[in-house]
C-alpha cells in the first residue's frame, strides 16, 4: 500500500518570495510516479508538476520545482517568485501499479501574503 | 486539447431522493475514468473507476454507483441518499496508454438537506 504524507497543514509566504511544501510517500514499487496538483478555491484540482520515480532529474515548470530524493522517500514543491494566485490547497500524490490508484496527501493550505 | 465536464456545478437535494452526477470527456477516446469525493478540508477518496465501457471498479463499498454508458461519459448515481453523501465529487480522465496522469474536471459541490 501506499501512503503520502504532508506533515504541513498551512504555510505562508510574502509575494515574490520562495516556499517550500514538503512531502513524504513510502511505496514497495519500484515503478511509481509522484505529482503535486493545486487546488484553488474554485476547488478544481490541477495538475503542478510531475515526476517519475525512474528519472533522477527534478523536474520544473516554470517557476515550480520538485526536489526528489528517492532514497529519503521524500518529494518537496518549491515555487519561487511566489504570486497572489498561488494562494490554494497544494495536494501531493503518489501512483504506481495497475496506475488507476491515486494516494494523496491530505493537502497543504498555502497562503501568500501581499 | 482534451477538456472534462461536470454538471451540475451544484446541487442540494434532501435525504432519500436519487442522484445523477454526470462526467465527459472530448478530445480523446477511450480514457480511463475516475470519480472522487472530498469532503470538507479532506483528502480525495477514490470513489470508483472505469477502464471502458460498462467496466466499473468500486472502491468504497456505499450507497453510490457509477456507470459508463458511452466511452467519454461517466455517471455517477444513488437511489436514496444520505446525509453522509454531501460533499465535493470530482471527476477525472487519464489517457489509457498514460494512465498515471490523472486531470480534474471542475467538481460537483452536493449537499444533502
Known amino acids: 500500500a501506499q501512503t503520502v504524507t504532508q506533515s504541513q497543514p498551512e504555510m505562508s509566504v510574502q509575494e515574490a518570495e520562495t516556499v517550500t511544501l514538503s512531502c513524504t510517500y513510502d511505496?514497495?514499487?519500484?515503478?511509481?510516479?509522484l505529482f503535486w496538483y493545486k487546488q484553488p478555491p474554485s476547488r478544481q484540482m490541477i495538475l503542478v508538476i510531475r515526476?517519475?520515480?525512474?528519472?533522477?532529474q527534478n523536474a520544473t515548470e516554470n517557476r515550480f520545482s520538485v526536489n526528489f530524493q528517492k532514497a529519503a522517500k521524500s518529494f518537496s514543491l518549491k515555487i519561487s517568485d511566489s504570486q497572489l494566485g498561488d494562494a490554494a490547497m497544494y495536494f501531493c500524490?503518489?501512483?504506481?501499479?495497475?496506475?488507476?490508484?491515486?494516494?494523496f496527501g491530505t493537502g497543504t493550505k498555502l497562503q501568500v501574503i501581499p | 486539447s482534451q477538456t472534462i465536464h461536470q454538471w451540475p456545478a451544484t446541487l442540494v437535494q434532501p435525504v432519500g431522493s436519487p442522484l445523477s452526477l454526470e462526467c465527459t470527456v472530448e478530445?480523446?477516446?477511450?480514457?480511463?475514468l475516475y470519480w472522487y469525493r472530498q469532503a470538507a478540508g479532506r483528502g480525495l477518496q477514490l470513489l470508483f473507476y472505469?477502464?471502458?465501457?460498462?467496466?466499473i471498479s468500486s472502491e468504497v463499498p456505499q450507497n453510490l454507483s457509477a456507470s459508463r454508458p458511452q466511452d467519454r461519459q461517466f455517471i455517477l448515481s444513488s437511489k436514496k441518499l444520505l446525509l453522509s453523501d454531501s460533499g465535493f465529487y470530482l471527476c477525472?480522465?487519464?489517457?489509457?496508454?498514460?494512465?498515471?496522469?490523472?486531470?480534474f474536471g471542475p467538481g460537483t459541490r452536493l449537499l444533502v438537506l
Open positions: 478530445g480523446t477516446s477511450n480514457p480511463n
Open positions: 515526476q517519475e520515480a525512474y528519472k533522477q
Open positions: 472505469s477502464v471502458g465501457i460498462g467496466q
Open positions: 500524490a503518489s501512483v504506481s501499479g495497475g496506475y488507476q490508484k491515486v494516494t
Open positions: 477525472a480522465w487519464s489517457e489509457s496508454t498514460r494512465q498515471e496522469t490523472q486531470y
Open positions: 511505496t514497495s514499487e519500484s515503478d511509481y510516479y
